[in-house]
């Protein structure tokens, strides 16, 4: 049972309260689980995907009396995309039924989805704006809180300019919110912005757009139905992504498919492996050259594709043939003979679709590693194939979408950079000068400068003037749907907690960084909606767009993240020019609006032709749509595929389908076709061989998209490349007009990205285009510091045999701030960390865990922060399963948590799951929550343990592999 939790700290009801609470609301807990599936499943089967979840029965009283409707929406929780069917009666939310029409989760939920009712009605919610005084939670009305937290700001903006407050967004919110959000910082005037993504696949965008033109999942979780093979890397999707197990789990047993699970850890998604690769953390590079080294020894790799598709290859090949069976093995572990056996497994079993979540991305060499594994795939002729990809996983259920809308420190929405250019783009999307931004920030160098990343935000705060690259520190915290224990080192976040001016948290639930630096004063907390209580569009995995309907009105004194944020705009005085063309009524911006000026700018990934109608045309139909393919069966949405998945060419009035698996040129262009995007110009540099970019290959293997009028590669389309094949005549007045509008003096220079006519990319597509060129993907990224990914040993390695042979970067500086690499990793801690430390996800929680903590149900199934430990280790400290050890960090974090002893982690091996809060080094933080408020089960934060490391491209932190101590409590 779940623990009771005391009510003397806070005057929080126990279990026994809530469970009463749950019962007056029309569902029992036995009910509940009964219904769900997990009475029966219990904790060893809580990441089976639940295949019903049958309707809840709602107590019908005065205030529910009426007329049951039913609202579609989408899980908030992780990024497959699941519908959910909420039946509202007299304005409550009663009951749940699962989504059988939806091609994503067709009627299947996890635990996650299967309680998240209770995000919406749960009692744990905030419910009022609050403020810290002297260290007592205080009421605060709206008002006075956007006024006193505005005041503070715009004090701090005076003395030390518009860096010196850090605006953090959300993964969490819509599209629409997350363009808004970054819309927002832009007139603020800074770039110090950033979300969950910079922290789990920053290195993923890096890596994989700079291979063949986008950072995103190619494929779908359907298409995996197409699959003969699936090999993942570095990820649980069983636990991280339930839903998507199905679709895995499909080709597995109907097509026999062999599945390959690369991981240090035995995890329940090895559990239903054909093979299980175990690396040593942190050698996937190794792995990966080591699979690859048999197909080039073989012969295996696919010649043709790679003529007419890859450049730089014979790079690639004298780095893997390096990697001898020996070598690999020396460095992870894995015997030579296993790999020679995946690698003619993956030759054998065409297509194969290769999946990677976080165990590739959190490593300081996180960009090597997404750029390893898509080389592996087009050695192998796998790229733009129906069942083939790299399907990425994401984790949140919005951060695709706000990755997408540039809640990031080094772009604009879209992808578009930082650079003038850039800035002027959205200028004229937003009908504002480009003075007029450039005059909000402290210089035009910081306009076009990176901000600094949300993984390493707290520097900006506690180190010397003179180390930072902007004119001042930061002085106050915005963490807008932001779990800070999500962030490793927080016992050295602790200092810049306590140094803040000014916090503010904006969420429905209490984050830790709420109770982080012992502050007594200038906290706030101001209650944001559910995403169950507003509307608007969220982006799947798959890259497929769903709109949320609103199934209640705001609870509590609660407000959308739009609202709030338009208060904050008028406080500042720029909500004039920010919501020019956005009809604001009641406070509340509108965001149909919202969505249609994004499809006016961001033509650079195609989030343009996916107008409010046709996203809501798609939720209404969908049961026509295909559960492999997506695409629409007749009905009124013949031949579209299911969410529009971007790109989306064109305007809505053009009606593209949208793009279901990127690349693949056996498919018109005008029907979601196309080859690898010219984005790195048209010839390599001499350094590297030169060498044409362009597709090409022998004159009867040129790669191009069927019915492609041009029949070769060619470069990204501009006006000027209209006018030379004489297509420019094809352009309506009304499109020349706006495109002579942009150009000025040099209207041949607007290309597909800047025409917000969208005339070049209809003309482009009308005759069998792809707007952005026809190239070669690149294996070779002369612009990063490995241009060849190659092995580095972690900063914190137990293994100082390897350090001289693959040793790590020089120290050097990024993103404002100074980087340690070389520093770190000469100072050997080995002898008193012998371990090896990695971490990750649970089925029952979510990121830093303040929502799924605070929801009973998910509660229950998971009740105490543990470490998964080999018996070896377990035996050599004395300690059994279920006993209490402390887990000690080489810099100086120390947690006391349970052992659950198994042979799920590899002799010299620790993993730790980083959801928990609540506790931090033994100290209880509940008595500093507001009362209602906080999890119903604490823990351990594991980023308390976790060290210094961050990606030599992204900075993305390391959560992957360090070194620990154990030692029995």
Same mark, same amino acid.
Request: charged share 20%.
């Given at each position: ?57 709602? &107590? ?89 937290? @505005? ?11 518009? /860096? ?17 959000? #970054? ?95 175990? =690396? ?59 790999? $020679?056996?995946?690698?003619?497994? +993956? ?39 129906? @069942? ?19 809640? +990031? ?25 480009? &003075?007029?931004?450039? $005059? ?23 180190? /010397?003037?003179?180390?930072? /690259? ?118 509340? =911006? ?67 389908? %949208? ?21 790195? @110009? ?7 061989? %030169? ?63 800047? /025409?917000?006519? @969208? %005339? ?38 137990? #293994? #100082? ?65 543990? &470490? ?63 009362? %209602? ?37």
């Amino acid at each position: 049972m779940l623990r009771k939790i005391s009510n003397t700290a806070t005057g929080r009801a126990g279990f026994a309260a809530r469970s009463a609470f749950a019962q007056a609301d029309g569902i029992s807990r036995r009910s509940f689980l009964q219904r769900s599936g997990v009475a029966a499943a219990g904790l060893g089967l809580a990441s089976v995907p639940l295949r019903t979840v049958r309707k809840a029965d709602a &107590a019908t009283t005065e205030a529910t009396a009426g007329e049951v409707s039913t609202k579609t929406s989408i899980c908030t929780f992780c990024a497959v995309g699941c519908t959910v069917k909420a039946e509202v009666q007299g304005g409550v939310w009663v009951g749940q039924e699962p989504a059988f029409d939806s091609p994503i989760n067709v009627g299947a939920h996890c635990a996650k989805g299967a309680a998240i009712r209770d995000e919406a009605i749960g009692e744990r919610r905030l419910r009022t704006p609050l403020k810290l005084v002297d260290g007592k939670w205080q009421k605060v009305s709206w008002e006075d809180a956007i006024n006193e937290i @505005g005041d503070q700001m715009l004090k701090i903006r005076e003395e030390s300019g518009p /860096d010196s407050v850090y605006w953090l967004g959300s993964a969490k919110t819509s599209n629409e919110q997350c363009y808004l959000y #970054r819309k927002f910082a832009a007139f603020w005037g800074s770039n110090n912005i950033d979300h969950q993504a910079r922290i789990c696949h920053s290195s993923t965008v890096a890596g994989v757009a700079n291979t063949w033109g986008y950072g995103a999942m190619t494929n779908s979780f359907n298409d995996m139905h197409n699959s003969r093979a699936i090999i993942t890397f570095g990820g649980n999707p069983a636990e991280a992504h339930p839903v998507s197990m199905l679709h895995i789990l499909k080709a597995k047993e109907e097509n026999d498919a062999p599945f390959i699970v690369v991981d240090p850890r035995f995890t329940r998604t090895a559990a239903h492996s054909t093979e299980h690769v175990q =690396p040593r953390p942190g050698t996937d590079i190794a792995v990966i050259w080591g699979i690859l080294y048999h197909i080039f020894d073989n012969g295996w790799e696919d010649k043709e594709y790679i003529n007419s598709r890859v450049w730089g290859m014979e790079h690639v090949r004298e780095e893997v043939m390096r990697w001898t069976p020996e070598e690999v093995e020396r460095v992870s572990g894995v015997p030579g003979s296993q790999l $020679k056996r995946v690698a003619r497994t +993956l030759a054998s079993n065409k297509p194969v679709c290769l999946t990677w979540t976080l165990g590739m991305t959190q490593h300081t060499i996180g960009n090597n590693n997404t750029r390893a594994m898509p080389i592996l795939q087009l050695a192998l002729g796998n790229i733009g194939q129906s @069942g083939g990809g790299t399907n990425i996983f994401r984790g949140h259920d919005n951060v695709q979408g706000g990755t997408d809308m540039g809640v +990031l420190c080094d772009t604009l929405p879209a992808y578009y950079g930082l650079s003038e250019g850039a800035w002027k783009h959205w200028s004229r999307v937003w009908d504002v000068d480009y &003075a007029y931004l450039e $005059k909000r920030f402290a210089s035009k160098d910081l306009m076009q400068a990176a901000g600094t990343p949300v993984s390493r935000w707290y520097e900006l705060v506690v180190m /010397d003037k003179s180390e930072i /690259d902007q004119p001042d520190n930061m002085r106050a915290m915005v963490f807008w749907g932001h779990s800070v224990n999500s962030l490793t080192r927080l016992k050295a976040q602790q200092e810049a907690f306590a140094k803040l001016d000014l916090l503010v948290i904006v969420d429905p639930y209490t984050p830790l960084s709420a109770l982080m630096g012992s502050r007594q004063n200038n906290t706030y907390l101001l209650p944001a909606s559910s995403q169950f209580e507003t509307e608007g569009s969220i982006t799947a995995s798959n890259r497929s767009i769903q709109w949320r309907e609103k199934v209640v009105e705001p609870l509590f004194e609660s407000k959308p993240d739009h609202v709030i944020m338009h208060m904050f705009a008028k406080k500042f005085g720029f909500d004039g020019e920010m919501f020019k063309h956005i009809k604001v009524e009641n406070g509340e =911006p509108s965001i149909e609006d919202i969505t249609r000026e994004i499809n006016k700018g961001t033509w650079t990934i195609g989030y343009t032709g996916q107008s409010p109608e046709r996203l809501k045309e798609h939720m209404k139909y969908q049961h026509t749509f295909d559960k492999t393919t997506l695409r629409a069966n007749g009905g009124p949405l013949d031949g579209e595929y299911y969410g529009l998945p971007w790109p989306c060419w064109g305007t809505p009035e053009m009606a593209h389908p %949208g793009s279901p698996n990127l690349y693949d040129p056996s498919v018109p262009v005008a029907e979601g076709g196309m080859g690898f995007r010219a984005r790195y @110009g048209v010839e390599a540099p001499a350094d590297w061989g %030169g060498g044409d970019l362009l597709a090409g290959g022998d004159e009867e293997g040129v790669s191009y998209p069927v019915g492609s009028e041009i029949k070769a590669g060619y470069p990204e389309f501009t006006m000027a490349m209209l006018k030379k094949l004489g297509w420019d005549t094809d352009l309506s007045a009304e499109e020349m007009d706006v495109i002579a509008k942009v150009g000025g003096n040099d209207i041949d220079a607007v290309n597909w990205k800047t /025409d917000i006519s @969208g %005339g070049i990319q209809r003309v482009a597509v009308k005759h069998g285009c792809a707007p952005y060129g026809n190239a070669r993907a690149r294996t070779v990224v002369w612009t990063f510091p490995d241009p060849i990914p190659v092995h580095r040993e972690p900063l914190y390695t137990p #293994r #100082r045999d390897l350090v001289a042979d693959y040793p790590t970067y020089a120290d050097t500086r990024r993103f404002r701030l100074p980087v340690k690499y070389a520093s770190i990793q000469e100072q050997d801690f080995s002898a008193d960390f012998p371990l090896v430390l990695s971490s990750g996800c649970l089925v029952e929680h979510e990121g830093g865990g303040a929502k799924s903590f605070a929801n009973p149900w998910l509660a229950e199934l998971q009740q105490h922060m543990f &470490a998964q430990v080999n018996p070896y280790d377990a035996n050599n400290i004395g300690v059994q399963d279920g006993g209490m050890i402390f887990l000690d960090s080489p810099e100086g974090g120390s947690i006391r948590i349970q052992a659950r002893v198994t042979e799920s982690v590899a002799k010299g091996n620790v993993w730790i799951p980083y959801h928990f809060l609540g506790k931090f080094e033994g100290e209880d933080l509940q008595g500093l929550m507001p009362d %209602g408020t906080g999890p119903f089960v604490t823990g351990e934060s594991g980023n308390i343990a976790m060290t210094y490391g961050y990606d030599s491209v992204t900075n993305i932190q390391e959560n992957k592999v360090t070194i620990c101590r154990i030692r029995a409590a």
